[in-house]
Nanobody, 127 residues
Framework: QVQVVESGGGSVQAGGSLRLSCIVSPDSYNPKCMGWFRQAPGKKREAVAAAYPGGDDTYIARSVYGRFTISQDNAKSTMYLQMNSLKPEDTAMYYC????????????????????WGQGTQVTVTS
C-alpha cells in the first residue's frame, strides 16, 4: 500500500523560510511524478510545484515563482519544497501528491486529482 507523508510545516513570520519534506513508501514504489498542492480556508486546492517524469521538467506556480523551489532525492521517493520569503498569503495546508492525474500530460497547472495523497502539513505565516 502506497503511503505519502509530509512534514516540515509550522508557523513562521513573514519573510521567513520553511522546508517541507514528502516521503513516499514503500521504497519499491517509484512514482513517475510528485507535486505539492495547497489549500487555504475557503479556497480551492491549487498546485504549488510539481516534478514531472523525463528529467528536469518542473512546474512552479506564478504566485511562488522565485521564492519556492522543488527538489527530489536521487531515488525520487522523497521530495522537498524549499519556501523562502514567505508571505501571509502562503498560509495554507500543504499536501504532497504522487502520481496525480496529469503526470503523463505534464499539464500546467496540474490538477489536484488522482494519485496518492498525504494528510497535509500546516504552514502559517504571520505578519
Amino acid at each position: 500500500q502506497v503511503q505519502v507523508v509530509e512534514s516540515g510545516g509550522g508557523s513562521v513570520q513573514a519573510g521567513g523560510s520553511l522546508r517541507l519534506s514528502c516521503i513516499v513508501s514503500p521504497d519499491s514504489y517509484n512514482p513517475k511524478c510528485m507535486g505539492w498542492f495547497r489549500q487555504a480556508p475557503g479556497k480551492k486546492r491549487e498546485a504549488v510545484a510539481a516534478a514531472y517524469p523525463g528529467g528536469d521538467d518542473t512546474y512552479i506556480a506564478r504566485s511562488v515563482y522565485g521564492r519556492f523551489t522543488i527538489s527530489q532525492d536521487n531515488a525520487k521517493s522523497t521530495m522537498y519544497l524549499q519556501m523562502n520569503s514567505l508571505k501571509p498569503e502562503d498560509t495554507a495546508m500543504y499536501y504532497c501528491a504522487a502520481a496525480f492525474i496529469d503526470c503523463a500530460s505534464h499539464s500546467r497547472p496540474p490538477r489536484p486529482v488522482g494519485g496518492y495523497w498525504g494528510q497535509g502539513t500546516q504552514v502559517t505565516v504571520t505578519s
